[in-house]
T-cell receptor, first 114, second 112 residues
Framework: DAGVIQSPRHEVTEMGQEVTLRCKPISGHNSLFWYRQTMMRGLELLIY????????DSGMPEDRFSAKMPNASFSTLKIQPSEPRDSAVYFCASNSGGAQETQYFGPGTRLLVL | AQSVTQPDIHITVSEGASLELRCNYSYGATPYLFWYVQSPGQGLQLLLKYFSGDTLVQGIKGFEAEFKRSQSSFNLRKPTVHWSDAAEYFC??????????FGTGTRLQVTL
């Protein structure tokens, strides 16, 4: 299995630009998670989907952030407009959805907003 | 609300020495507890997890952790550390595997 795939691995953009991060979960997994990791706040859950439906988006910081999962094999996290404080590593993870199912993490996207 | 405290930001041990990383949690019921490891530039990998039953849990790479309800702790241990264990370690707590709160991490440095 290829594991969770994220693209791009690195992104540098200027303040005000739109940023789109992409994730392909492990085949057969029906839950998908987006996390943000910063030095100041650590690892935070932004949103998670189950069967392509957003279940909990209470961690999404503000309206500039949006996430979609149009099908079982693809999700996007969009920031529009981006700000320097959005600079972080964004991780996607997936699991089979059961209460005891391990989350498998992708390698992350390192975002730098100038 | 659930929370996790990892009191040690950075730990240095010599190769071959034993290791214990501390994790304390706050949760209203019996929690699900996890330890993950993150190598530089990589995502998180699960080391071990506790849901119920035996309070001593064995994981991958020779790691183990013990759930102590009375102390609200879930400390990670390894009897003999290898240089390849240098990484950042995260403890996490949740009502299920889908809604986790992570600690701030402990960075492990291994000296030769």
């Amino acid at each position: 299995d290829a594991g969770v795939i994220q693209s791009p691995r690195h992104e540098v953009t200027e303040m005000g630009q739109e940023v789109t991060l992409r994730c392909k979960p492990i085949s057969g997994h029906n839950s998908l998670f987006w996390y943000r990791q910063t030095m100041m706040r650590g690892l935070e859950l932004l949103i998670y989907f189950n069967n392509n439906v957003p279940i909990d988006d209470s961690g999404m910081p503000e309206d500039r952030f949006s996430a979609k999962m149009p099908n079982a094999s693809f999700s996007t996290l969009k920031i529009q407009p981006s700000e320097p404080r959005d600079s972080a590593v964004y991780f996607c993870a997936s699991n089979s959805g059961g209460a005891q199912e391990t989350q498998y993490f992708g390698p992350g996207t390192r975002l730098l907003v100038l | 609300a659930q929370s996790v405290t990892q009191p040690d930001i950075h730990i240095t041990v010599s190769e071959g020495a034993s290791l214990e990383l501390r994790c304390n949690y706050s949760y209203g019921a019996t929690p699900y507890l996890f330890w993950y490891v993150q190598s530089p530039g990589q995502g998180l990998q699960l080391l071990l997890k506790y849901f119920s039953g035996d309070t001593l849990v064995q994981g991958i790479k020779g790691f183990e952790a013990e759930f102590k309800r009375s102390q609200s702790s879930f400390n990670l241990r390894k009897p003999t550390v290898h240089w390849s264990d240098a990484a950042e370690y995260f403890c996490a707590v949740g009502a299920s595997a889908s809604k986790l709160t992570f600690g701030t991490g402990t960075r492990l440095q291994v000296t030769l």
